[in-house]
Nanobody, 118 residues
Framework: QVRLVESGGGLVQPGGSLRLSCAASGFTFSSHVLSWYRQPPGKERELVATRTSTGTYTNYADSVKGRFTISRDNAKNTVYLQMNSLKPEDTAVYYC???????????WGQGTQVTVSS
């Protein structure tokens, strides 16, 4: 059974940091492209960051470049999203996603809430 379980969300003040984790099981983690998406309140889900298995390709939304970093530990079947200098507009439910190739979205986690507010 495929599972993606996010953790690390919460309430943080503007300018603060959070590190999201997504633990995967039930599929060959090391061969999949891993991504983070987010869905702000009342808006559509959007791509935040993507990283291939070996890290030869990474991509970030313009709105998070220089502030967020996606990384993965293939030995632990876990992908991370380090979020620094958080802004209120980063408030959203964050989802991890695994795909068999770039552009594919085969598996989803249940999401974790991130709220940036003073």
């Amino acid at each position: 059974q495929v599972r993606l379980v996010e953790s690390g969300g919460g309430l943080v003040q503007p300018g603060g940091s959070l590190r999201l984790s997504c633990a995967a099981s039930g599929f060959t983690f090391s061969s999949h492209v891993l991504s983070w998406y987010r869905q702000p309140p009342g808006k559509e889900r959007e791509l935040v960051a993507t990283r291939t298995s070996t890290g030869t390709y990474t991509n970030y939304a313009d709105s998070v470049k220089g502030r967020f970093t996606i990384s993965r530990d293939n030995a632990k079947n876990t992908v991370y999203l380090q979020m620094n200098s958080l802004k209120p507009e980063d408030t959203a439910v964050y989802y991890c996603c695994a795909g068999r190739a770039l552009g594919r979205r085969d598996y989803w986690g249940q999401g974790t809430q991130v709220t940036v507010s003073s």
